[in-house]
């Protein structure tokens, strides 16, 4: 069984639903004695006394999320993964590396172009899109061996809530509407939040929710709002909605997982049959045109049998194809191919 030492960024456990995805995928393969993982640490919790591990591992894999590059300490997490990629390099030269990285959406020019010189130094890359999509951002820059695809994202396991038999009658949006940001990236929640609509809880989306509430907070509400990423990805100029990088935000299946009703905007209606969600089958879709219409249909209660079995099927969805099972599946078969 081949060793693999895997490492996060500047922080464990964030809000970023992939690397906390790739942390308790590599626990699970670890304590089910599927893979022989010597170490999973954090960025800043390695010193030089895991030399002797990097020495014993075959693998390397760095988990990047977007904590790490989205705020003032950029340039020095950046400069810190080179310098420790590198160490790893001259402590153990025949070591295959590997890094993943989802939400690349985010970036400028300027961080692509860093992200460009980090990339070279793996042998693979895992990310959530395909080689194409890939190459929005990077034209042409890596061959196609070393992207591998695995899904957008998923439902971690503590989504896997018993469904609600009876939640708070309302709708539930987080949104983080102190954020010019946000508002910006995410023009329908925008748009929901100034709604001002009485029947509709907006919370603000706050870093440790993740592993603190959130989960359980959706699993309260009936129905949970999200939208899709339609503005703001812009890449050399161009801009990208999630439909072109054909990604959907972690929400939606966070939602369908915990049994809530997903109420998300038809922008995507493509993107989303495609995964598997269907208007009215097992999610619904709205527009600025119907949104009030669509909020007084979920909460009449002469609709509540339609949309219980609604969010069941769009649960059942969900916990068949999106959950960290299918990922770790995924994963563990990125991990087996590396030739050792």
Not at 58 to 79: A, G, H, P, R, W
Request: aromatic share 18%; with cysteine.
């Amino acid at each position: 069984m081949n060793s693999i030492c895997f490492l996060l960024g500047s922080q464990l456990l964030d809000s970023t639903t992939c690397c906390n995805s790739f942390y308790y995928m590599f626990k699970y393969l670890y304590h089910k004695n599927i893979l022989n993982i010597i170490k999973y640490t954090t960025m800043k919790d390695m010193s030089s006394s895991d030399e002797d591990t990097i020495k014993k591992c075959k693998i390397v894999v760095l988990c990047i999320s977007q904590i790490d590059y989205s705020y003032y300490n950029f340039e020095n997490n950046m400069t810190y993964f080179f310098n420790l990629i590198d160490k790893i390099k001259l402590i153990n030269p025949n070591i295959h590396t590997c890094v993943s990285k989802f939400d690349f959406w985010y970036n400028c020019k300027y961080e692509k172009d860093w992200f460009v010189f980090l990339f070279k130094k793996f042998d693979k890359i895992v990310t959530s899109c395909s080689y194409d999509t890939f190459n929005i951002f990077y034209k042409d820059i890596f061959n196609k061996n070393t992207i591998c695809n695995v899904m957008n994202n998923i439902a971690t396991d503590k989504f896997l809530l018993n469904f609600n038999k009876n939640p708070i009658n309302r709708l539930l949006l987080h949104f983080n509407y102190n954020d010019p940001y946000a508002h910006h990236l995410y023009p329908y929640r925008s748009f929901i939040y100034n709604l001002n609509n009485e029947n509709i809880d907006v919370k603000t989306f706050k870093p440790n929710m993740i592993d603190d509430c959130f989960h359980t907070q959706l699993n309260e509400y009936l129905c949970v709002i999200t939208t899709s990423v339609t503005s703001n990805c812009c890449v050399d100029n161009d801009l990208y909605t999630s439909h072109s990088l054909q990604f959907l935000v972690a929400k939606v299946f966070e939602i369908t997982c915990v049994g809530s009703l997903l109420l998300i905007d038809d922008t995507d209606e493509y993107l989303l049959n495609k995964f598997g969600f269907f208007n009215n089958i097992n999610c619904l879709m709205f527009n600025k045109n119907n949104i009030l219409d669509k909020i007084n249909y979920i909460l009449d209660p002469i609709n509540i049998t339609i949309i219980n079995k609604i969010r069941k099927n769009g649960q059942n969805l969900t916990r068949s194809k999106y959950t960290s099972f299918n990922f770790y599946e995924q994963i563990y078969k990125i991990i087996n191919a590396f030739d050792y």
